[in-house]
């Protein structure tokens, strides 16, 4: 889901975000789709997370669409999931603004981020407890994976030895059902498995120098599928990640985005990829076949299909926005009409939702330093009028300082008044206030 270079650096990606954002095509307006989702318990509304217009959600099954960007602090949002368990509860990651959570299907939205290092949060997995009532939240930031059960405040990181800000880079992860080697990292330097003996982790024989871009568990057919960048396409493993089998032809050179399953036929199998759009197996995976008619944007993201009918299929790229197929994706349609807000009226929203946690301060003169490339929830430390903001949570910001440091003429005296600065604010206006979600 993540691509080669998104976690290659903090500042440097967002720029190249603001930068493509603050350039868009003159004749109409557009949207970058991350992710969708389609909610289990009514069908009819799906979300959709972008990059530049915060959240969207449909409740007619696509017809129309409007913006639920109320509560949140950051309009670059990565991923959305939809209750397994909860009817109307949804969720939601965004890149700096870190995790975010509804209680009425996204109209509105409260932070949940007690327990983060860090907020730069790209994608989440949901799984069943073993009772089935509840679920549990894994939450994958830039640097650390995170997990929570849906009830409770504060995440636990379970990140345990692999680093992988710079080596390896992050590129998906994936969470099996209990009973199997429950969580995957595809980086670019391989597959790691999480070793329930020792907390760490170990490579994955078979994809250890693969550069693993996308991961999907089916759980019907117990298949385990792996898209890589440039590496040979599609893997497929059918013992829970212990041994994978070569792919077919037909992705070897592509970068494979998103992978996902038909619920009622799972040797349908669908891939979204960089530049060559949408593409189909009919035999789980042995053989693709592009299916890309009506499809005008090639920079396919995110993928969903109707729980209740697989012929109906939608897809998001990097531009145009959403498509919608009815006929099992062998041609596609625009939704036309989708809600975009300027950036101007972006950022009064934003400034409305902005908070200021205590009494005014004055930082310390290198704190501006951290503000160039984004912007902050908090009005004591907001420095930069942007769609971007990184939440003011309490956490170790000395990890975060570093990280916010890199390429910028920071030295290291000056992160060391950063960091006691933010860890000093921070403690004294947030402790104890919790989080708790709805």
Not at 159 to 183: A, C, I, K, M
Not at 343 to 363: C, H, I, M, W, Y
Not at 377 to 404: F, G, I
């Amino acid at each position: 889901m993540f691509g080669q270079s998104l976690f290659f650096g903090f500042c440097m990606m967002v720029a190249l975000a603001e930068q493509a954002a603050s350039e868009p095509p003159k004749t109409k307006p557009y949207h970058f789709i991350h992710a969708i989702a389609i909610d289990p318990h009514a069908p009819k509304t799906i979300y959709a997370a972008t990059d530049n217009q915060g959240l969207l959600k449909s409740g007619d099954g696509g017809r129309s669409w409007h913006l639920i960007n109320r509560g949140l602090k950051n309009y670059l949002v990565y991923d959305v999931k939809a209750s397994l368990t909860t009817p109307g509860r949804v969720y939601a990651a965004t890149w700096g603004g870190g995790f975010y959570q509804s209680a009425d299907g996204g109209e509105s939205w409260k932070e949940v981020n007690d327990g983060l290092g860090n907020t730069a949060a790209g994608a989440i997995r949901l799984r069943l407890a073993s009772d089935m009532a509840k679920e549990k939240v894994v939450l994958l930031t830039s640097t650390d994976v995170y997990e929570r059960m849906e009830d409770e405040p504060v995440w636990r990181s379970i990140t345990g030895g692999l680093r992988f800000w710079n080596n390896p880079q992050f590129q998906s992860f994936e969470v099996l059902p209990d009973g199997l080697s429950n969580v995957f990292m595809g980086t670019d330097h391989g597959l790691y498995k999480k070793d329930p003996e020792s907390a760490g982790w170990v490579k994955v024989n078979g994809l250890a120098d693969k550069k693993v871009a996308s991961m999907t568990y089916d759980k019907k057919s117990g298949i385990f599928y792996a898209g890589t960048v440039n590496s040979g396409g599609i893997f497929i493993s059918r013992d829970g990640g212990v041994h994978w089998n070569p792919p077919g032809p037909g992705l070897e050179k592509l970068w494979i985005r998103m992978i996902t399953v038909d619920a009622f036929d799972p040797s349908i199998v669908y891939a979204a990829t960089s530049g060559a759009g949408i593409f189909k197996s009919r035999n789980g995976g042995d053989s693709w076949e592009q299916t890309v008619k009506g499809l005008t944007d090639l920079e396919a993201r995110a993928l969903a299909i109707d729980p209740l009918d697989a012929n109906i299929i939608f897809a998001g790229t990097h531009g145009a926005g959403l498509f919608k197929s009815m006929d099992g994706g062998r041609s596609w349609d625009l939704l036309t009409h989708l809600p975009f807000e300027e950036n101007k009226r972006q950022q009064d929203f934003l400034e409305s939702q902005t908070v200021r946690q205590g009494a005014k301060v004055s930082p310390p003169p290198p704190f501006k330093k951290c503000n160039k490339c984004h912007g902050w929830t908090d009005k004591n430390l907001n420095q930069k009028t942007t769609y971007w903001r990184v939440a003011a949570n309490e956490r170790d910001w000395k990890a975060t300082v570093a990280r916010m440091s890199e390429g910028t003429e920071i030295s290291s005296e000056e992160q060391e008044m950063i960091t006691a600065f933010l860890e000093s604010y921070t403690k004294k206006n947030l402790s104890g206030r919790g989080g708790t979600p709805r």
